[in-house]
Structure formats: structure tokens, C-alpha cells
């Protein structure tokens, strides 16, 4: 099992930067990639950007240059820094993290997701 706790939404306007935190406790052993989505009211959920352990990474064409994803494996957290924000970057922002981990040749996923942190850009 494992939890994962966001933090650092607030009001901004626009143009202005955040930075999101997703710490992550519990059993955290073999996490091997980690995400960031935001969902708007009325709208899909959608994928923002993603970091493998290894520290590859890849964002929606909408945040490229814009925002940036990094993680600390040493205390389990991941980042989200996001600068130049626009109305449209208005959301409930989530992270998840995926588990693997293999029993004989079999490989088995968990997925687990944060409550969300609210993000408001307004003037």
C-alpha cells in the first residue's frame, strides 16, 4: 500500500508559478513511475506530465516549457514547478505513482492516487 499526499495549490494569477509536492509514504519500494493529471470541472482527466525513476520525462504539449517535473527518490517526492500559468491551467491536480513487483516470472502493477490539490489562476 501506498499513500500519496499533494500539496502546494493555492490562487495565482496569471503568469504567475507554483510548486506542487506529492509525498509519497507507506510501502514504497519498487515505484518506477510517477505523474501528474488535472481534472477541471466538467472536464476529463487528463495527463500533465511523468517521471521513471531513471528521471525520464514527458509532458502534454499543453504545459511544455511551462512546467517542469522532478522527484527525489531519497525522500520520496515528487515536484511539479509551474511557471507562466494561464486560466486554462485551472484544476484539481493529481499525482500517481505506479508499483511493480514480481512474484516467480510474473509481473504485478498497483496504481495509487493523491487527493488532489486545487489550483486556481485568476486575476
Known amino acids: 500500500q501506498v499513500q500519496l499526499v499533494e500539496s502546494g495549490g493555492g490562487l495565482v494569477q496569471p503568469g504567475g508559478s507554483l510548486r506542487l509536492s506529492c509525498a509519497a509514504s507507506?510501502?514504497?519500494?519498487?515505484?518506477?513511475?510517477m505523474a501528474w493529471y488535472r481534472q477541471a470541472p466538467g472536464k476529463q482527466r487528463e495527463l500533465v506530465a511523468t517521471?521513471?525513476?531513471?528521471?525520464?520525462?514527458n509532458y502534454a504539449d499543453s504545459v511544455k516549457g511551462r512546467f517542469t517535473i522532478s522527484r527525489d527518490n531519497a525522500t520520496n517526492t515528487m515536484y511539479l514547478q509551474m511557471n507562466s500559468l494561464k486560466p486554462e491551467d485551472t484544476a484539481v491536480y493529481f499525482c500517481?505513482?505506479?508499483?511493480?513487483?514480481?512474484?516467480?516470472?510474473?509481473?504485478?502493477?498497483?496504481?495509487?492516487w493523491g487527493q488532489g490539490t486545487q489550483v486556481t489562476v485568476s486575476s
Open positions: 507507506g510501502n514504497i519500494r519498487n515505484i518506477y513511475a
Open positions: 517521471i521513471t525513476g531513471g528521471g525520464s520525462t
Open positions: 500517481k505513482a505506479d508499483q511493480e513487483a514480481y512474484f516467480g516470472k510474473r509481473r504485478y502493477t498497483a496504481d495509487y
